[in-house]
């Protein structure tokens, strides 16, 4: 049991039987998240005593942290590093670098100035923009699998501001 203030009481990836990597297979979390439901949903313990309900709803509750965590990458890859002991105010003070920060500003600009019914320049820069984001996504990754602390740190950041603009540049956002 993880006893840090604040941390999940369980390891998220150990709960759906999982490797604890950034990219897994979302169709077997997904399936074991169902399957955990269905064994421990705390209306399936109604007729039992009050400290098994109460154990019922507290791993359901479990069950739901995690799947809502592991089932976005962004918080996947924040589990991740919080798990290795990463310090992530810390790293978000360190900040991701003045080219990134300068990328990011043009392409929010570009987004500001692209009319909301041009759906074809709204399509092609959210384009941009995910290859962007699967580029941080595959370095955090990597650098995970390297145990490259500040590397994966700075993808993760990476991630966090190119999932908004991501989501902002959806054709349908606006």
Known sequence: MNATPGAPARDY??????????????????????????????????????????????????????????????TRAEYLLSRAGVDLEAAERQGVGGEFLMKQIMLRERLEETPADDAAAREALHAEITTL?????????????ASDWSAAARCWQEMCFLSKLQEAARPEAR
């Open 133 to 145: 984001y699967q580029s941080s996504r595959d370095g955090c990754a990597q650098s995970i699998a």
């Open 13 to 74: 990836f150990a709960l759906f039987q999982l490797q604890p990597e950034l990219t897994l297979d979302e169709a077997t979390l997904e399936q074991s998240y169902h399957a955990l439901l269905a064994q421990f949903h705390p209306d399936l313990y109604a007729g039992q005593s009050q400290m098994e309900q109460r154990m019922a709803a507290q791993l359901c509750a479990d069950i739901n942290s995690a799947y809502q965590t592991l089932s976005h990458e962004v």
